[in-house]
């Protein structure tokens, strides 16, 4: 059976033609999956500021909703509680989920023949050191449905929880198959949270809530794909496991990328749909389309790439707001400004005081309500 093509499978754009090099915005996150992943840690009554030392991260930003913080600093953060607790599941459940679970969950899945049995493997072995949260997978005949549920009620950090576990099982099992498992849809079973414009990068953008049990959906025939990993390929996925997953933040998102990259290179002019369409030599209706199975939208991609270019201008340089308003392709400031409120919902010069306030002059530490780059 031809499987449908939910990944992209193309090269990288060359390099532009006038030798411009021009380094990516980072990557970030929002605060309240760090405020999330930190809560264990405060209620077992640790000291949380050594740890947001060691990652970079400023503490006083947890105290700044709009805030955000590289992806980078995240990852390294999420191993550094871990080893903390000695419990990769943050402290959040009944029983401690001891440090090198996650390898030996890798283990029991990586000999699976096809998706289907790893995911299988993965709720058995998660049945036993995850007792809290029951994993299962629906087969449909057009549509598979991976749901986790609680056993019991989830005291501490419920929505960091399933966040945490969707992220883990999908990030892995994409890795297994070697290829990103894009999810049709996923519904939470919590109201909606204040970060979840960021769910369209990490889920996708046809997040629900309110739901009695988390569900993500995704194509039926998906569950046929063959486990392609082996040992030699799990010694080095494992280097900077588990919190490496969520450097998978934008990266598995290929065609968003590649947009990003064209958009970013034609700067300060602002170039069309159908423009990058031509480009990356492809037909307007195929990019939009690539983009939406990639839980994204053209708009979506420009906006993110503003914002964090944006963000790295206010935190580096003294640059003129309105010089930075004309490098991004805005008409005018009244323009940035508008935008640049509706992402992070502070006006540009304020943003770059409370930048200052905090000291922090890395790119990206803080952003908008939305990780719209996708």
Same mark, same amino acid.
């Given at each position: 059976?031809?499987?449908?093509?939910?990944?992209?499978?193309?090269?990288?754009?060359?390099?532009?033609?006038?030798?411009?090099?021009?380094?990516?915005?980072?990557?970030?996150?929002?605060?309240?999956?760090?405020?999330?992943?930190?809560?264990?840690?405060?209620?077992?009554?640790?000291?949380?500021?050594?740890?947001?030392?060691?990652?970079?991260?400023?503490?006083?930003?947890?105290?700044?909703?709009?805030?955000?913080?590289?992806?980078?600093?995240?990852?390294?953060?999420?191993?550094?509680?871990?080893?903390?607790?000695? @419990? *990769? %599941?943050?402290?959040?459940?009944?029983?401690?989920?001891?440090? =090198?679970?996650?390898?030996? $969950?890798? #283990?029991?899945?990586?000999?699976?023949?096809?998706?289907?049995?790893?995911?299988?493997?993965?709720?058995?072995?998660?049945?036993?050191?995850?007792?809290?949260?029951?994993?299962?997978?629906?087969?449909?005949?057009?549509?598979?449905?991976?749901?986790?549920?609680?056993?019991?009620?989830?005291?501490?950090?419920?929505?960091?929880?399933?966040?945490?576990?969707?992220?883990?099982?999908?990030?892995?099992?994409?890795?297994?198959?070697?290829?990103?498992?894009?999810?049709?849809?996923?519904?939470?079973?919590?109201?909606?949270?204040?970060?979840?414009?960021?769910?369209?990068?990490?889920?996708?953008?046809?997040?629900?809530?309110?739901?009695?049990?988390?569900?993500?959906?995704?194509?039926?025939?998906?569950?046929?794909?063959?486990?392609?990993? @082996? *040992? %030699?390929?799990?010694?080095?996925?494992?280097?900077?496991?588990? =919190?490496?997953?969520?450097? $998978?933040? #934008?990266?598995?998102?290929?065609?968003?990328?590649?947009?990003?990259?064209?958009?970013?290179?034609?700067?300060?002019?602002?170039?069309?749909?159908?423009?990058?369409?031509?480009?990356?030599?492809?037909?307007?209706?195929?990019?939009?389309?690539?983009?939406?199975?990639?839980?994204?939208?053209?708009?979506?991609?420009?906006?993110?790439?503003?914002?964090?270019?944006?963000?790295?201008?206010?935190?580096?340089?003294?640059?003129?707001?309105?010089?930075?308003?004309?490098?991004?392709?805005?008409?005018?400031?009244?323009?940035?400004?508008?935008?640049?409120?509706?992402?992070?919902?502070?006006?540009?010069?304020?943003?770059?005081?409370?930048?200052?306030?905090?000291?922090?002059?890395?790119?990206?530490?803080?952003?908008?309500?939305?990780?719209?780059?996708?």
């Amino acid at each position: 059976m031809r499987l449908p093509e939910k990944t992209a499978r193309h090269a990288p754009l060359a390099a532009p033609a006038t030798g411009r090099a021009s380094a990516p915005a980072r990557a970030t996150v929002a605060i309240a999956f760090v405020q999330g992943m930190l809560a264990g840690l405060q209620h077992a009554g640790h000291d949380t500021a050594p740890l947001l030392e060691r990652a970079n991260i400023a503490p006083q930003l947890l105290d700044d909703p709009a805030a955000r913080i590289p992806v980078d600093r995240y990852a390294t953060l999420y191993n550094l509680i871990n080893h903390e607790l000695d @419990d *990769e %599941a943050f402290g959040f459940f009944s029983a401690p989920m001891r440090v =090198g679970s996650f390898e030996f $969950l890798c #283990r029991s899945c990586i000999t699976a023949p096809t998706l289907a049995e790893a995911i299988a493997r993965s709720a058995r072995f998660l049945r036993l050191v995850l007792p809290d949260l029951a994993v299962c997978l629906e087969n449909h005949p057009e549509q598979a449905r991976l749901c986790i549920g609680e056993t019991r009620p989830l005291p501490i950090g419920r929505v960091f929880a399933f966040e945490w576990l969707l992220r883990l099982l999908h990030g892995l099992l994409s890795w297994l198959v070697g290829r990103n498992i894009v999810f049709d849809s996923v519904v939470f079973p919590y109201p909606r949270p204040v970060h979840a414009d960021d769910y369209a990068l990490i889920f996708t953008a046809r997040s629900t809530f309110d739901a009695e049990l988390l569900t993500a959906s995704f194509a039926a025939n998906l569950l046929e794909l063959p486990v392609r990993r @082996d *040992e %030699a390929a799990l010694q080095a996925f494992l280097d900077g496991a588990p =919190g490496k997953l969520t450097m $998978l933040y #934008r990266r598995d998102r290929e065609t968003v990328l590649r947009v990003r990259d064209a958009l970013r290179d034609a700067l300060p002019a602002s170039r069309s749909l159908a423009e990058v369409a031509r480009a990356l030599h492809l037909s307007p209706r195929t990019l939009h389309r690539r983009l939406e199975d990639e839980g994204s939208s053209f708009q979506a991609t420009k906006d993110a790439l503003r914002r964090d270019v944006a963000i790295n201008r206010l935190a580096k340089t003294r640059q003129a707001l309105s010089q930075i308003a004309a490098d991004l392709g805005f008409a005018d400031s009244a323009a940035f400004f508008r935008a640049f409120r509706r992402w992070t919902g502070s006006a540009p010069a304020h943003y770059r005081r409370r930048m200052q306030a905090s000291g922090d002059d890395e790119p990206g530490q803080r952003a908008g309500r939305s990780v719209r780059a996708r």
